[in-house]
């Protein structure tokens, strides 16, 4: 009985060793770091064709010279409707700093002001086309998830990026640093 149960282990031991041998033989694909926030600017995204709830054509060149926060979203994400109270509160807040946030969504107008019913936003709800959100692709979102959030300076360039829901607490001083400058 006992030679019975010592040919497996030897059989495993060996696959095992067969195993660690081929991994080491095989190149493995190595990983790029993260790539940077991407050097573009809100002018890249002024020919956007975008509008309002009233269907009233918006551009985003109307905030020029102001701490841009871009919300890509869809009335249809829970990660997007849960951060959007907590971004009406960063609005207020630095109202005075100028900062201006920005919702732009994929939905019709009537979905859009149907939510802003139910979650009452004091920053603009933009509507804009599938054009619009793969220009999202542009401000580092590859993978064309939502929500995703671009932060534009003073100066119109990109500074920050987040892709998913952005936590009220964990913006908050990233936009009381960009105000202070």
Known sequence: ???????????????????????????????????????????????????????????????????????????????????????????????????????????EADKVIDFQKMTPVNYPLLIGSMAVMASSANLGNIRQGLPFTAVFDRRGDLAMTKLGRWNEADLEPKLAELAAR
Not at 24 to 35: D, G, I, L, N
Not at 73 to 79: N, S
Request: with cysteine; hydrophobic share 45%.
């Open 1 to 107: 009985m006992k030679h019975k149960a010592f040919w497996p282990a030897v059989v495993g031991f060996a696959l095992v060793v067969a195993f660690m041998a081929y991994r080491a033989a095989v190149p493995r694909k190595v990983t790029e770091p993260p790539s940077p926030v991407p050097a573009i600017s809100v002018s890249a995204l002024s020919e956007l064709a975008l509008t309002d709830t009233s269907g009233k054509a918006q551009n985003l060149r109307q905030w020029q010279g102001k701490i841009l926060v871009i919300n890509y979203w869809a009335t249809w994400c829970q990660p997007c409707r849960e951060e959007m109270p907590g971004f009406s509160r960063l609005q207020e807040k630095f109202r005075g700093n100028g900062v201006q946030f920005v919702g732009i969504s994929t939905d």
